[in-house]
């Protein structure tokens, strides 16, 4: 550990040869060539091709797709940095030049940021191994979007195959004015899961629903009583967002369906009322059912997704502190606990430190130009991640690479 400003010194040294410009094309290569997760093969390619050229010891197909490069540099810590590298399933409408060329498919998450960040950082740390000593690992990982990609690369031993870390470090790109690096001590993203339910009935002709049980209306009646779940079973302190993201049912108008599946998702930030919620559900999706009269009882199928994110509450006062000097202590906030989930901890071994921080992307004229007065009513109104509408502003290129590397030079020897 350093002093702030001595390390925020060392960072501005380190990244003061950046290339902006190959950065950005780097970058916008990379969104108007957007991958499914687990299909990131030539975004992978692309990172060990810099990795590589960069003087790293590189690996690619872990997990699959996913990309881990080396960089040994004598004795010290041994210092993960990571990116995820999947887009969505959504169709772009930015009407950017650099568009997504791959339609239904965009970067509305802004791996493709990620991934440039990782690379500009893995670069110019590579470039300046005279001012710092330890073991640079830096990870592509793939299908972040797909609540797997990080169980995947453990179950591929990551941690044996490659030197174990001592500090695991990440950022993620967000909506808000362009500038700022947000950071939240403690609990700062929420654990997901995932239930496919199938509910059972009886088909039939639409002009004679008395001789069937209708699929339908009781898994409408199930979507509508799950509303009450948050509201009515859960005390107002906590934080827990139930979501039905998808109701499908049918092939015709005049056809009764035999069954209808319902996709939920479910956030909570604390392990009893993730269990509490989670039987309620259960309750709640029987027990309609039963009153319908289904012939069989439904299928529920709980599908875990990713943990609660909780960052060590050193290390982030650490990384913040070095920001605070890089940038200006107005940019550095604390961002609050967030209902959105990520699988990123899951990289770091039990009892292994780690961070993760925000890059506030919101170019200043989308900024200004949206409605209200206070940054939530302004937040709440400008596109944000998983919008067909995302897009970044450029002049955060640079900046995100030198918090990647000035958070890894606050360890490094």
């Not at 091709?49 to 690996?59: C, I, M, N, P, S």
């Not at 996709?263 to 269990?275: A, F, G, I, P």
Request: hydrophobic fraction near 45%; include cysteine; proline fraction near 7%.
């Amino acid at each position: 550990m350093s002093e702030p400003a001595v390390v925020a010194r060392r960072a501005r040294e380190v990244t003061s040869g950046l290339k902006a410009a190959d950065l950005e094309e780097f970058y916008r290569d990379l969104h108007r060539h957007p991958e499914l997760s687990f299909q990131e093969h030539r975004t992978a390619a692309r990172l060990a091709a810099r990795l590589r050229a960069a003087g790293f010891e590189v690996t690619e197909g872990v997990a699959r797709t996913g990309v881990v490069g080396v960089l040994a540099n004598g004795d010290g810590p041994v210092v993960w940095l990571r990116a995820d590298m999947d887009a969505l399933p959504v169709r772009e409408a930015t009407g950017l030049a650099h568009a997504s060329a791959v339609d239904g498919v965009m970067h509305a998450c802004g791996h493709d940021l990620h991934v440039t960040w990782l690379a500009g950082a893995a670069e110019a740390l590579a470039g300046a191994r005279e001012v710092w000593s330890g073991t640079l690992v830096v990870v592509g990982q793939p299908a972040e979007e797909a609540e797997g990609g990080a169980a995947a690369m453990l179950a591929d031993g990551v941690h044996r195959r490659f030197p174990r870390p001592d500090v695991l470090l990440g950022q993620h790109v967000t909506p808000g004015p362009a500038g700022c690096y947000p950071h939240t001590p403690g609990l700062t993203l929420s654990a997901s899961d995932d239930l496919e339910v199938v509910v059972h009935g009886v088909g039939g002709h639409g002009s004679r629903p008395e001789s069937t049980v209708d699929p339908v209306v009781t898994a409408a009646h199930v979507v509508t009583r799950l509303q009450t779940v948050v509201s009515r079973e859960v005390s107002a302190a906590e934080s827990v967002v139930l979501t039905v993201g998808r109701f499908h049912a049918g092939t015709k108008p005049n056809i009764i369906p035999a069954e209808a599946r319902l996709s939920l998702n479910v956030r909570t930030q604390d392990t009893r009322v993730r269990e509490r919620v989670l039987g309620a559900v259960r309750r709640v999706v029987e027990g309609e059912c039963r009153a319908a009269g289904c012939p069989v009882p439904p299928e529920i199928d709980l599908i875990p997704g990713h943990p609660v994110t909780v960052n060590d509450a050193a290390l982030d006062e650490e990384v913040a502190a070095v920001h605070r000097e890089l940038f200006g202590a107005h940019t550095v906030f604390d961002f609050g606990r967030a209902m959105g989930s990520e699988d990123f901890s899951l990289l770091a071994p039990d009892g292994v430190p780690y961070d993760y921080w925000y890059v506030t992307s919101t170019p200043a004229a989308v900024w200004e130009a949206a409605p209200g007065e206070e940054p939530a009513e302004k937040l709440a109104a400008v596109p944000g991640n998983h919008s067909p509408l995302f897009a970044p502003d450029l002049s955060v290129v640079v900046p995100g690479v030198q918090t990647l590397v000035s958070a890894a030079l606050s360890r490094l020897g």
